[in-house]
Nanobody, 125 residues
């Protein structure tokens, strides 16, 4: 089993910062340590499709779309099975529910994509 718990979201003014955390647990990670899994942060704004906004490989290489490049930073603490997303210079268009998961495709359980509950980020103008 896989369990992903995202936290750290909240309401922030434009230009502000937030740090999101994602704690991974479950029997899957006993066999497949998070350290070997490429991980990512996704977000979904109201009425829009979920999009991948940051990825980190097992070798700690990172990748970001242009919309967040230079503002978001993804890191991982393999000893804690935790992935972080540091978000700076936030903009109202960053408002969304943020999720962490395997990247570029989510973990699947019993043939279905698994998603945690996510954490809401709201950026006011």
């Amino acid at each position: 089993q896989v369990q992903l718990v995202e936290s750290g979201g909240g309401l922030v003014q434009a230009g502000g910062s937030l740090r999101l955390s994602c704690a991974a647990s479950g029997s899957f990670f006993s066999i497949n340590p998070m350290s070997i899994n490429p991980m990512g942060w996704y977000r979904q704004a109201p009425g829009k499709q979920r999009e991948l906004v940051a990825t980190i490989t097992s070798g700690d290489s990172t990748n970001y779309p242009d919309s967040v490049k230079g503002r978001f930073t993804i890191t991982r603490d393999n000893a804690r099975n935790t992935v972080y997303l540091q978000m700076n210079s936030l903009k109202p268009e960053d408002t969304a529910v943020y999720y962490c998961n395997s990247a570029p495709r989510p973990f699947r359980i019993n043939g279905m994509d698994y998603w945690g509950k996510g954490t809401q980020v709201t950026v006011s103008s």
